[in-house]
C-alpha cells in the first residue's frame, strides 16, 4: 500500500494568515491527490482534487500543488470558518489511502 | 438540491451483520461511482471501496474483503454497503461519497455505528 504522511499533525495559526500543509506519498502518485477538509461533527468536504484543481464552490484561498509524491495544500488569507482537519489522499492505487489529518487551530 | 442521504445508524453486537443506505436526491447515482469511506471515533479517514451503480461493479480495500458487501437498487437511486462479523473496531461513522473511480466531491452526512455488546 502506498503511505501517505502529512506534516505538521497540528498548527496553531491566526486569521489572515498564510497556511501551509504538506502531504509526502510512499510511492509517486503521479496528480491523482486529493484534499479534504473537515469541521467537527461534520461529514468531509472534497476541497482540490487532480492535486491542483478546486472543487466547485470552494473559495479560491484554497490552492494545491505537487506531483509524484509531495503535495501541499495552502490557505492564502485564514478565515474564522477554516479552523477544520485537512486531510490528503491517494487515489492513483488500490486502496486508496488517506494522510492522518492536520488540524489547524487558533 | 443534491444530496446523499444515510440511514442505518445504529447499535450492533458483536458477529453480528450492519446495512446502511445511500440515498441520492436531485442527481441520479448512475451518473456516479459510490465510494464508502469509515471514521472510527477521534480517527482519521479510511477508504472501504467503491461501487459502481450502472454496473454493479465493486473494488473493495484489502482489509474488508471478504466482510463487505456494497449493492444498489437503482430503482430507488439507493446503494447500500454491508459490513458483517462486526467488531467492537468497526465502530464508526459510514460515510458514502459520490464522484469517479478515484476522487469524490460530494459526501453523505454519515451514519455512525456503534459495535458492542
Known amino acids: 500500500d502506498i503511505q501517505m504522511t502529512q506534516s505538521p499533525s497540528s498548527l496553531s495559526a491566526s486569521i489572515g494568515d498564510r497556511v501551509t500543509i504538506t502531504c509526502r506519498a510512499s510511492?509517486?502518485?503521479?496528480?491523482?491527490l486529493a484534499w479534504f477538509q473537515q469541521k467537527p461533527g461534520r461529514a468531509p468536504k472534497s476541497l482540490i482534487f487532480?492535486?491542483?484543481s478546486l472543487q466547485s464552490g470552494v473559495p479560491s484561498r484554497f490552492s494545491g500543488s505537487g506531483s509524484g509524491t509531495d503535495f501541499t495544500l495552502t490557505i492564502s488569507g485564514l478565515q474564522p470558518e477554516d479552523f477544520a482537519t485537512y486531510y490528503c489522499?491517494?487515489?492513483?492505487?488500490?486502496?486508496?489511502?488517506f494522510g492522518g489529518g492536520t488540524t489547524v487551530e487558533v | 438540491q443534491e444530496q446523499l442521504v444515510q440511514s442505518g445508524a445504529g447499535v450492533k453486537k458483536p458477529g453480528a451483520s450492519v446495512k446502511v443506505s445511500c440515498k441520492g436526491s436531485?442527481?441520479?447515482?448512475?451518473?456516479?461511482?459510490i465510494h464508502w469511506v469509515r471514521q472510527a471515533p477521534g480517527q482519521g479517514l479510511q477508504w472501504m471501496g467503491w461501487?459502481?451503480?450502472?454496473?454493479?461493479?465493486?473494488n473493495f480495500a484489502p482489509n474488508f474483503q471478504g466482510r463487505v458487501t456494497m449493492t444498489r437498487d437503482t430503482s430507488i437511486n439507493t446503494v447500500y454497503l454491508e459490513l458483517s462479523r462486526l467488531r467492537p473496531d468497526d465502530t464508526a461513522n459510514y460515510y458514502c461519497?459520490?464522484?469517479?473511480?478515484?476522487?469524490?466531491?460530494?459526501w453523505g452526512q454519515g451514519a455512525l455505528v456503534t459495535v458492542s455488546s
Open positions: 461519497a459520490r464522484g469517479g473511480s478515484g476522487q469524490t466531491n460530494f
Open positions: 489522499q491517494q487515489y492513483k492505487n488500490y486502496p486508496y489511502i
Open positions: 510511492q509517486g502518485v503521479s496528480e491523482y
Open positions: 461501487i459502481n451503480p450502472t454496473t454493479g461493479d465493486t
Open positions: 436531485g442527481f441520479k447515482l448512475t451518473d456516479y461511482y
Open positions: 487532480a492535486a491542483s
